[in-house]
């Protein structure tokens, strides 16, 4: 079974402060993916990397950043964290990247 | 502008009636449809698939149609359970992303 697991289940942050979300998926797949999912709007891509050090902008990258070190890893970086990134964060990998994709169970992020 | 969309936020179904969940977009070019059902406090899971040659998957009591000339999408959940109770989202692929539709919560009750 794939494994997609995400560093934190809650966190709460203020404002300015650098937030980094981490995302490790088990099952050796080359594509993982950032979603932020809000009321309303369902799922969004912020990000996208299909190989380890490679990235792509999704449809809304604005104040965010990642970075894929190792093929396992990626992670979503706020680099100064406002109230309007308050959401539910999604990481997701995929074998092929017209595959199903994995979820993890998400990070709730709350800035005050 | 939101190409893939979810009209009913909610909806309840007795047990063991159909459930049809629907999903609309507006670009013809997408090529493949998924459906992903996400129960609270986990990730979305995949459920079924549907490539655009086709216009009806069928896997157990999942059945989702396609109807291209109207770009409308349906999951058809036959006999719905209460384990079902939980929010359906569609994904629509365009080259090598998937746009997610805004999510149906499916209520069934026993």
């Known amino acids: 079974d794939v494994k997609v697991t995400q560093s934190s289940r809650y966190l709460v942050k203020r404002t300015g402060e650098k937030v980094f979300l981490e995302c490790v998926q088990d099952?050796?797949?080359?594509?993982m993916f950032w979603y932020r999912q809000d009321p309303g709007l369902g799922l969004r891509l912020i990000y996208f990397?299909?190989?380890?050090?490679?990235?792509e902008k999704g449809d809304i990258p604005e104040g965010y950043s990642v970075s894929r070190e190792k093929k396992e890893r990626f992670s979503l970086i706020l680099e100064s964290a406002s109230t309007n990134q308050t959401s539910m964060y999604l990481c997701?990998?995929?074998?092929?990247?017209?595959?199903?994709?994995?979820f993890g169970p998400g990070t709730r992020l709350t800035v005050l | 502008d939101q190409q893939v969309k979810q009209n009913s936020p909610s909806l309840s179904v007795q047990e063991g009636r159909i459930s049809i969940l629907n999903c609309d977009y507006t670009?013809?070019?997408?090529?493949?449809f998924l459906w992903y059902k996400k129960y609270p406090a986990e990730g979305p899971t995949f459920l079924i698939s549907?490539?655009?040659?086709?216009d009806k998957n069928e896997d157990g009591r999942f059945t989702v149609f396609l109807n291209k000339s109207a770009k409308h999408l349906s999951l058809h959940i036959v006999p719905s359970q209460p384990g079902d109770s939980a929010v359906y989202f569609c994904?629509?692929?365009?080259?090598?992303?998937?746009?997610f539709g805004t999510g149906t919560s499916l209520t069934v009750i026993p």
């Open positions: 997701a990998s995929s074998l092929d990247r017209r595959d199903e994709q994995f």
């Open positions: 099952m050796d797949h080359e594509n």
């Open positions: 990397s299909y190989d380890v050090k490679m990235k």
């Open positions: 670009n013809s070019m997408f090529d493949y």
């Open positions: 549907i490539s655009s040659i086709k």
């Open positions: 994904a629509a692929l365009l080259g090598n992303q998937f746009y």
